[in-house]
């Protein structure tokens, strides 16, 4: 008798989760561009007064490295260096008088500046 073993290949965690709140802005931005077909680029770059800051911005080029999620019609693109500073991070946007916008909650962060682009 022959056992065969399965083998399962994890995928890696979303390293940037969207809410909906989140997903229809940029759903919103995306036909104002013009161009459904670009993605959403989430990055972590150095600098920013706590170390490193966040980057956001419509991207049409994906590297074949690059960590890719869609949430809804949105396409959510994350380089591998990123996603290790994002892994379980959320993406939410509110719209109010007061801290109107995108903001990250990202579990990594020890330390966020003031304005809270920044983080270490």
């Known amino acids: 008798m022959t056992t065969m073993t399965t ?4 995928r890696k965690p ?3 989760t969207l809410t909906e709140a989140a997903a229809a802005k940029v759903v919103v931005l995306l036909a104002e561009e013009g161009n459904e ?3 959403l680029r989430v990055a972590v770059r150095p600098g920013g007064c706590s ?3 966040y980057d956001m911005f419509f991207d049409s080029e994906i590297a074949t490295d690059d960590i890719v999620r869609e949430t809804g019609s949105v396409k959510v693109v994350v380089d591998p260096a990123s996603a290790e500073l994002l892994n379980g991070a959320t993406l939410d946007y509110s ?3 007061q801290g109107a916008g995108f903001h990250i909650t990202n579990p990594n962060a020890s330390r966020t500046c003031g304005c809270g682009s920044s983080f270490s």
């Open 51 to 53: 170390g490193y800051s």
């Open 95 to 97: 719209d109010g008088l």
């Open 37 to 39: 077909a670009l993605a």
């Open 7 to 10: 083998v399962k290949i994890g």
């Open 14 to 16: 979303d390293p940037v």
